[in-house]
């Protein structure tokens, strides 16, 4: 990822709505975002995209998600 | 060097609730209105409000607002003025009822009114029981409430400058306020919002604290903008507190944890409750357990490496129940705290939650400050609403869902206001000739410093010395040891160093200037706190007790009056609470008792 697009992701990770989001995400960016390859990032990048609670329902496994690139990063980010 | 000049008719800093709110005013009333907002306007802190939003509907029963307007003055321990809090009661029927014409979601009777259901402090008759006054959306009434004002400002062409910072108040020598400079985060680029009414609903402070249930990006901009513009931050001694947050991450673990026999544990192993609260023990009040758990921390009883929190412990419960009655508590331990909750006790401590004073407002939503002998003088062209703003309805402490009625409330008068005055003529005033000098030395000292103070440093000193010197119970000691730490730690605030220097998507740049922000509102709150020698409220003193001549603590004859902190020479001065309601009668002095 072109650092640019790294650090604009960052911005939108580490500043979120809720508290959770901003915990969960900053965490997994910290340690973990660089050992995804380029499809996981892409993944990461979308779910990143979502609502605050909808995805910290995802992170939280009070939900889950159909698309299995989407659940493998989900099951990634539960685990940071 | 030549900056960008934007100009509009009004400029909104913030598109959380209050701004948002602003700006449909101003938006539908023709004028041309720039948001801006750190980030898109649905991911601001506002969505985190689940409680609902208070108004005297009587759908469910009987209501009236003058019985909200007593259950907001009690709450507020008198400190409320109460002019602003008959406005916002009464106003609040009307601004739901206009949420619902917007679209809002809200849960419904059977009959199709909004539902209405009832929550803690909020009574009916003066005081006497219960009554259903919360409207909410499910548990999303936050989030709701920012899609539904979001889409009404894309119908009233509201222009949003999303994911840019406002860095500084632009002030003419006359006082005027002429809009704010700015960056834009995806360029780095400053440019100058020149506006003939600018708005401030940035959200709170709360990250001051080290144990916080603020999102990140709850870093006091509004405020510190306004500190630096020499406005004074009134009564920032004034932070709700929860009881128990996890410890080190702030997430909420909720009262429910309790009432399912959770107990709470020194370093001991002791039931500590057991000896501030014989007979409710661990479902003592917010208040008695906050104050318990702090002295067990400050008596050297706390736990971890820092003794600097408790244990909550519910490994006696049955983990079928744990996982059936509180749904998403183990998680929680998981993700933020490294704890299995069946196995191993919880890390908790008092979390700061909600800021009740900021930058002082009438409850028209114009800005005052004092001038010569008047304390409430409008500083012109300058509107604040919300969690930043003071107007004051929340005084001492707030009441739940009161704080979405005072961004809806306030937000609307704050944009009225700005429409009325621009309406009766006021135009775009020349800027200062140095009107961008104080912004770019701020980013060129970042910039070109070497040897400074690193960012995530000085932001845990201040946090820490926040949670142990002005946390929810003081101490008169630490009160005095804090104010000499906090600035210390100013010190090193106004000598950051970044080493990222680039201009595209600088977080580090962009961290460092929340931080300038967030020491000047921890900066008012320890001086404050020191100089407030009652306890009233949120603020509660050691030594201030609960006695028979003082009941809670509280002392009118000496401290019934807002504090006004001088960001210019960190003086404090004082002004009266506003007791003369606007058509009804004084609700006089009582001691609040629940």
């Given at each position: 990822?072109?650092r640019q ?15 959770e989001v901003d915990?969960?995400?900053?965490r ?15 993944a990461?990048?979308?779910l ?6 909808d ?26 | 060097?030549?900056?960008p000049?934007?100009k ?17 005013q101003?938006s539908?009333?023709g004028?041309k ?7 898109f306007?649905t991911?601001s802190?506002?969505?985190?409000a689940?409680g609902g939003?208070?108004a005297?509907l ?6 009236h607002w003058?019985w909200h ?6 709450g ?5 003025d ?8 009464k106003k609040?029927?009307?601004?739901v009822v206009?949420?619902e014409?917007?679209g ?14 009832p ?25 709701a ?5 979001y ?7 509201t222009q949003?400058?999303?994911e ?6 632009i ?5 005027h ?5 700015a960056?834009?985060m ?12 600018t ?6 402070a709360g990250?001051?604290y080290y144990?916080s ?8 901009d ?9 406005i ?17 991450a702030?997430v ?5 944890v ?6 709470l544990?020194?370093?001991n ?8 609260a014989?007979?409710?023990k ?8 906050s104050r ?12 971890g ?6 244990l909550?412990?519910?490994t006696?419960?049955?983990p079928?129940t ?7 508590i183990?998680e ?34 114009r800005v ?5 002998g ?20 929340h ?9 979405l ?6 937000g609307?008068?704050?944009g009225d ?5 621009l309406k ?18 701020r ?24 949670q ?5 119970f003081?101490f ?12 210390e ?5 106004r000598?950051?160093?970044?080493k ?23 900066k008012?709150?320890?001086i ?7 306890s009233?409220g ?7 007790p ?18 006004l902190?001088?960001?210019v020479?960190?003086s ?13 009668e004084?609700?006089?002095?009582k001691?609040?008792?629940y």
């Amino acid at each position: 990822m072109e650092r640019q697009d790294y650090e604009r992701l960052r911005w939108r990770c580490i500043r979120r709505g809720l508290l959770e989001v901003d915990i969960a995400l900053t965490r997994f960016l910290d340690d973990g975002f660089d050992q995804l390859d380029d499809e996981e990032q892409k993944a990461f990048v979308e779910l990143a995209d979502m609502e605050d609670y909808d995805l910290w329902h995802l992170i939280s496994g009070q939900a889950d998600i159909d698309d299995p690139r989407l659940a493998h990063v989900v099951n990634l980010l539960r685990k940071s | 060097m030549s900056i960008p000049v934007l100009k509009f008719d009004a400029v909104i800093v913030g598109a959380g609730g209050a701004g948002l709110r602003s700006a449909i005013q101003l938006s539908e009333a023709g004028l041309k209105t720039a948001v801006l907002s750190k980030v898109f306007p649905t991911r601001s802190h506002t969505v985190a409000a689940q409680g609902g939003v208070a108004a005297s509907l009587g759908n469910s029963e009987e209501d009236h607002w003058t019985w909200h307007m007593y259950d907001t003055v009690k709450g507020s321990d008198w400190l409320g003025d109460q002019d602003a809090i008959e406005f916002m009661c009464k106003k609040a029927n009307e601004v739901v009822v206009e949420l619902e014409h917007y679209g809002m979601p809200f849960d419904r009777t059977d009959n199709g009114k909004i539902y209405q259901r009832p929550f803690g402090g909020h009574m009916s008759n003066f005081g006497e029981k219960p009554v259903r006054r919360s409207c909410a959306a499910a548990d999303r009434t936050g989030h709701a409430m920012l899609h539904a004002m979001y889409q009404r400002n894309v119908k009233a062409n509201t222009q949003f400058f999303v994911e840019w910072m406002a860095l500084d108040l632009i002030r003419d020598e006359e006082g005027h306020v002429l809009g704010v400079t700015a960056m834009e985060m995806e360029t780095g680029q400053i440019v100058i919002f020149h506006a003939r009414a600018t708005i401030f609903a940035t959200g709170g402070a709360g990250r001051i604290y080290y144990s916080s249930t603020n999102a990140f990006i709850n870093t006091g901009d509004g405020l510190g903008m306004a500190a630096r513009a020499g406005i004074p931050l009134e009564d920032m001694e004034f932070w709700q507190f929860h009881p128990t947050g996890v410890a080190g991450a702030g997430v909420l673990i909720t009262e429910g944890v309790r009432g399912e026999g959770g107990i709470l544990r020194n370093s001991n192993k002791e039931r500590f409750m057991e000896r501030y609260a014989p007979n409710a023990k661990d479902l003592a009040s917010r208040d008695v357990v906050s104050r318990a758990m702090a002295t067990e921390i400050k008596e050297g009883r706390g736990c971890g490496v820092n003794k600097d929190y408790v244990l909550l412990d519910i490994t006696h419960l049955d983990p079928a129940t744990i996982m059936k009655r509180l749904p998403g508590i183990h998680e929680i331990g998981i993700q933020f705290a490294g704890v299995d909750c069946l196995k191993e006790p919880l890390p908790v401590v008092p979390t700061c939650h909600y800021q009740m004073g900021g930058i002082p407002t009438h409850y028209s939503g114009r800005v005052v400050m004092q001038q010569g002998g008047d304390h409430n003088a409008v500083v012109p062209g300058f509107y604040a609403g919300g969690e930043c703003a003071c107007a004051s309805v929340h005084g001492a402490n707030r009441l739940g869902t009161n704080s979405l009625l005072d961004l809806l409330v306030f937000g609307k008068s704050a944009g009225d206001s700005a429409v009325e005055d621009l309406k009766a003529g006021r135009a775009h005033r020349d800027l200062p000739k140095d009107v961008s000098d104080k912004t770019l030395a701020r980013i060129s000292a970042l910039d070109n410093r070497k040897g400074g103070a690193s960012v995530s440093e000085t932001r845990l000193a201040m946090q820490r010395t926040m949670q142990d010197h002005a946390g929810v119970f003081r101490f008169n000691d630490m009160l005095k040891q804090g104010v000499e730490k906090i600035l210390e730690v100013e010190k090193a605030a106004r000598n950051l160093e970044i080493k990222d220097k680039s201009m595209a998507w600088n977080t580090a740049r962009t961290e460092a200037l929340e931080m300038e922000n967030l020491i000047e509102v921890a900066k008012a709150t320890m001086i404050s706190a020191e100089a407030r020698k009652e306890s009233r409220g949120a603020h509660v003193r050691d030594d201030a007790p609960d006695t028979a001549e003082f009941p809670n603590g509280r002392n009118d004859a000496e401290w019934h009056k807002h504090t006004l902190f001088s960001p210019v020479d960190n003086s404090i001065t004082y002004k009266p609470v506003n007791m003369q309601p606007l058509t009804v009668e004084t609700i006089a002095l009582k001691t609040r008792s629940y």
